[in-house]
């Protein structure tokens, strides 16, 4: 069974910094592409960011040169680095496979002063 878990959210005021975990599991994770959603208040869930089996990344336009995606295989596990927040970055924050699978929790980010 594939399971995804998130981490590493919270509230931080505008201009700060997160870093994002999600540890996957039930899956060879190594040959799998791997992205980061998120999701506003009614709003439709997006992708921010993908990277590949091989580590190329892609971005969203809306996190281009403020989020950083990355890997570590031997663990299992993708991050999102997030600078520069701001209030419009709020949201609940997933990771997935390419192709997608089930959906875990998330992670609540709040930006906020």
């Known amino acids: 069974q594939v399971q995804f878990v998130e981490s590493g959210g919270g509230l931080v005021q505008p201009g700060g910094s997160l870093r994002l975990s999600c540890a996957a599991s039930?899956?060879?994770?190594?040959?799998?592409?791997m992205g980061w959603y998120r999701q506003a208040p009614g709003k439709q869930r997006e992708l921010v960011a993908s990277?590949?089996?091989?580590?190329?990344?892609n971005y969203a336009d809306s996190v281009k040169g403020q989020f950083t995606i990355s890997r570590d295989n031997a663990k299992n596990t993708v991050y999102l680095q997030m600078n520069s927040l701001k209030p419009v970055d709020t949201a609940v924050y997933y990771c997935?496979?390419?192709?997608?699978?089930?959906w875990g929790q998330g992670t609540q980010v709040t930006v906020s002063s």
């Open positions: 997935n496979s390419f192709p997608v699978r089930g």
């Open positions: 039930g899956l060879i994770f190594n040959i799998y592409g």
């Open positions: 990277i590949t089996s091989s580590g190329v990344t």
